[in-house]
């Protein structure tokens, strides 16, 4: 059985980035992050329109914390309390011993290797403290950023995404 209790948080930090629990004081940053065009050009949701719409998904994404549903980290750089991406485990099997991770980057700070440094942390996490044996990641086929970002990270192409969209690949890590 996945160990699944994310109270108190775990924050997560590297020698430049701090992974840490939102809240609503990052609302504007959220904002940002969900809104940005770049962020959103591969994924299937709508871009985020109000801050009330931030405050909601943080208090959904808290919410599947508490209940161990999934484990959100807001991305801040190491002094900085600023959100400038996220990164998170979902989609749990307590079965197969496996979940789904995600991630975004505001593009700002994209291709600088950041995704790299939290990406490589929380699978660390996931496989250390959760008692993963196998991590999934869906990803379009034309985002060559996230397909090289998984390859690097020792993700195989599989069969399969939990998607319709035939243009969604998935990558697995098994440990």
Not at 8 to 14: E, H, R
Not at 49 to 70: K, P, R, W, Y
Not at 96 to 125: F, H, R, T, W
Request: glycine residues 6%; neutral net charge; charged residues 25%.
């Amino acid at each position: 059985m996945l160990y699944r209790k994310f109270t108190p948080f775990p924050d997560l930090s590297t020698e430049r980035l701090t992974l840490r629990q939102l809240s609503e004081a990052d609302q504007h940053e959220v904002l940002v992050l969900r809104s940005d065009n770049q962020v959103n050009k591969y994924l299937e949701r709508a871009p985020a329109q109000s801050l009330e719409e931030a405050v909601s998904f943080i208090h959904m994404i808290n919410a599947n914390t508490g209940n161990g549903d999934a484990i959100y980290w807001g991305i801040t750089i190491t002094g900085s309390n600023k959100i400038i991406g996220a990164i998170c485990l979902f989609n749990f099997s307590d079965k197969d011993n496996k979940c789904e991770i995600g991630y975004e980057l505001g593009s700002p700070y994209q291709g600088k290797k950041i995704m790299m440094e939290a990406a490589q942390i929380v699978i660390a996490y996931g496989l250390r403290v959760i008692g993963l044996k196998r991590m999934d990641a869906c990803t379009h086929k034309a985002n060559e950023a996230s397909v090289r970002l998984l390859e690097k990270l020792k993700f195989q192409k599989s069969a399969g995404c939990a998607t319709t969209n035939e243009d969604f690949h998935l990558f697995s890590l098994v440990a």
